[in-house]
């Protein structure tokens, strides 16, 4: 790409900040950094895709806030503490304007959470970001899938379905039995959790103290429980019962918006299979809840209560993972495919 | 992507080994590594695109060695010892026979160089592979662009310009005056560098002890060495007097193919602006080069002085960063731009 340098130069070295003396970030083959005693590193990857993660008309500082926004939240369910991010950014042309929207969504996002740019590669082809972010966690604390345990409760951050039901709004795609406008500001919130997802860093940090197993919902909720049960029972499976996750989906938290919108449609795809939501649902001790969730509602984040782990019954078959009912009545869905690793 | 679970269950997890107890590797939302006391994490990133980086009929496992290859490069650059690396793929569609070459490539690489495949991200798009590779060093002793000194010898590792005139012969975009033929065995020494360049992994281990500057050369010879020379200059321009490089190209070394078509069309663009070697060069005193020389060729590496760093004259301007001498007189060449940062 033509004059990378400058390019590296302008619009991401001020994001290489906050390293100590002894650490490198932007400017050699490498970068160099201290690791703290006694913790592990966790490392996540993921790519967007134009057209395919993002659509083509996206604003560039919002696909920069959503590449390291969707890295952020995979640390937060490992229960990591963000420290430090690679870029990689594939980009049909070089375009000051772009880059100069791109790089401040990146700054933003990367202030906000305290983490640095280190480094990374910016080549020329169909326009991607490939984020690949770091952060440690104090030895043995990582929180994993497969922790599940029957009686544990499953909870969620925040509210589902809104960046999904975002997207259907960009592409015009309600349920036709949708008649109901949006306000604006409904429009807005719904745009802003497809655009700008705020990654729950600050919960997952907390994760370890009383989480048996957490992910983040990206794929859908229902996929993303179903890893969480395949996991748990694999671990366990040798020794324990299987279990599986039972949703009571009038528990699930959702915007007023996306509520009006399930009772007019009882579409419920983008609310169990959307993705895109970047909260995290985890298991845990029904014990703790009140206290945690008082501890959450201080920095601002609902969690909410919306099943239980219970014990598969091997005669349901394999694909007995995730039970839903709507109001004591089963419901069923297809869930969606799996989408990262 | 459909059935990505199976693809990365299939392809990928093998990858995945070396691992303690206490670390994870592929299958949670992220890896958790263990970090060993005394060292530094080094972290480079390098992306490949179709029809940038590479043709668009290379072959899968070729593809796979390389994006591994470049990154291990960067690596060995900075002195660290390759532990294990995150892939980003990229792919048009879910295609076994492509999956399987390009896992088969990945793994006889990973191998070789005993790095662990440990998690990434597997999307639908446009063809590219994003490499996020991780090593260790002893604290302090990650070897920089940035210490060439007056009077060091500068050095290259094997030979230069093989997979550059690889691609010329793929391409078909020879100099017109070449008119010798390659035989079967050159012209597969030249594919083989082009496609399977081997990182400087064991010399790189070693750099710490010598050298005071290293970079891989994956832009060219020239545009790399101004690297060494502008990073030098920046650390040291308080201090002391500028540097510049001096290279001696018929001391360059590069194979009887290469010098055959060097001869008869005079065309050094590959050898000096070719870039894709993925050869180390690096500084040192001249005074321990023998030493150096018979350690490398101990697991069959040549190192070659190509030049010196030597006081830059600052009446010659801005842009005197590395001349070129061919017999005792002077050469031009206008070097490429940047490429990774």
Same mark, same amino acid.
């Given at each position: 790409?033509?004059d990378?340098?400058?390019?590296?130069?302008?619009?991401?070295?001020?994001?290489?900040?906050?390293?100590?003396d002894?650490?490198?970030?932007?400017?050699?083959?490498g970068?160099?950094?201290?690791?703290?005693?006694?913790?592990?590193?966790v490392?996540?990857?993921?790519?967007?895709?134009s057209?395919?993660h993002?659509?083509?008309?996206?604003?560039p500082?919002? +696909?920069?806030?959503? #590449? %390291?926004?969707?890295? &952020?939240?995979?640390?937060?369910a490992?229960? @990591?503490?963000?420290?430090? $991010? =690679?870029?990689?950014?594939?980009?049909?042309e070089s375009?000051?304007?772009?880059?100069?929207?791109?790089?401040?969504?990146l700054?933003?996002?990367?202030n906000?959470?305290?983490?640095?740019?280190?480094?990374?590669?910016?080549?020329k082809?169909?326009l991607?970001?490939?984020?690949?972010?770091?952060?440690?966690?104090?030895?043995?604390?990582?929180?994993?899938?497969?922790?599940?345990?029957?009686g544990d409760?499953?909870?969620?951050?925040?509210? +589902?379905?809104?960046? #999904? %039901?975002?997207?259907? &709004?960009?592409?015009?795609s309600?349920?036709? @039995?949708?008649?109901?406008? $949006? =306000?604006?500001?409904?429009?807005?919130?719904?745009m802003?959790?497809?655009?700008?997802?705020?990654?729950?860093?600050?919960?997952?940090?907390l994760?370890h103290?009383?989480?048996?197993?957490?992910i983040?919902?990206?794929?859908?909720?229902?996929?993303?429980?179903?890893?969480?049960?395949?996991?748990?029972?694999?671990?366990?499976?040798?020794i324990?019962?299987?279990v599986?996750?039972?949703?009571?989906?009038?528990?699930?938290?959702?915007?007023?918006?996306?509520?009006?919108? %399930?009772?007019?449609?009882?579409?419920?795809?983008?609310?169990?299979?959307?993705?895109?939501?970047?909260?995290?649902?985890?298991?845990?001790?029904?014990?703790?809840?009140?206290?945690?969730?008082?501890?959450?509602?201080r920095?601002?984040?609902?969690?909410?209560e919306?099943?239980?782990?219970?014990?598969r019954?091997?005669?349901?078959?394999?694909?007995?993972?995730?039970?839903?009912?709507l109001n004591?009545?089963?419901?069923?869905?297809?869930?969606q495919?799996?989408?990262?690793?």
């Amino acid at each position: 790409m033509a004059d990378e340098f400058n390019l590296i130069k302008t619009y991401f070295e001020p994001l290489s900040t906050g390293l100590a003396d002894d650490e490198l970030g932007i400017g050699d083959d490498g970068a160099v950094i201290n690791t703290p005693e006694n913790h592990q590193l966790v490392v996540v990857m993921d790519t967007l895709v134009s057209g395919v993660h993002f659509l083509e008309q996206t604003a560039p500082c919002d +696909i920069a806030w959503k #590449a %390291l926004a969707v890295n &952020l939240s995979d640390l937060a369910a490992m229960g @990591a503490k963000p420290v430090f $991010f =690679t870029l990689g950014l594939t980009l049909p042309e070089s375009d000051d304007d772009w880059l100069k929207s791109f790089s401040s969504g990146l700054a933003e996002i990367a202030n906000s959470y305290n983490i640095a740019l280190v480094g990374g590669d910016t080549t020329k082809g169909p326009l991607a970001v490939t984020v690949t972010a770091h952060g440690w966690v104090k030895s043995g604390e990582a929180v994993l899938r497969s922790g599940a345990r029957i009686g544990d409760v499953i909870c969620v951050t925040n509210s +589902i379905g809104s960046g #999904a %039901l975002g997207l259907k &709004l960009l592409q015009g795609s309600f349920a036709e @039995a949708f008649k109901g406008e $949006f =306000t604006v500001q409904e429009k807005n919130q719904l745009m802003q959790a497809l655009n700008r997802p705020e990654p729950q860093v600050l919960v997952g940090h907390l994760l370890h103290q009383y989480a048996t197993s957490a992910i983040d919902i990206s794929d859908g909720l229902v996929a993303d429980l179903t890893h969480i049960v395949d996991s748990s029972n694999q671990r366990f499976g040798e020794i324990s019962a299987q279990v599986k996750a039972e949703i009571y989906l009038e528990r699930v938290p959702v915007l007023s918006s996306v509520k009006r919108y %399930l009772e007019q449609t009882g579409d419920w795809s983008a609310v169990l299979a959307g993705g895109d939501d970047y909260q995290l649902c985890f298991t845990m001790n029904k014990a703790e809840f009140d206290l945690i969730r008082s501890n959450t509602l201080r920095f601002g984040v609902e969690i909410t209560e919306i099943g239980r782990i219970v014990e598969r019954d091997p005669s349901q078959g394999l694909f007995n993972k995730v039970s839903l009912t709507l109001n004591g009545k089963p419901y069923a869905l297809n869930a969606q495919g799996y989408s990262h690793f």
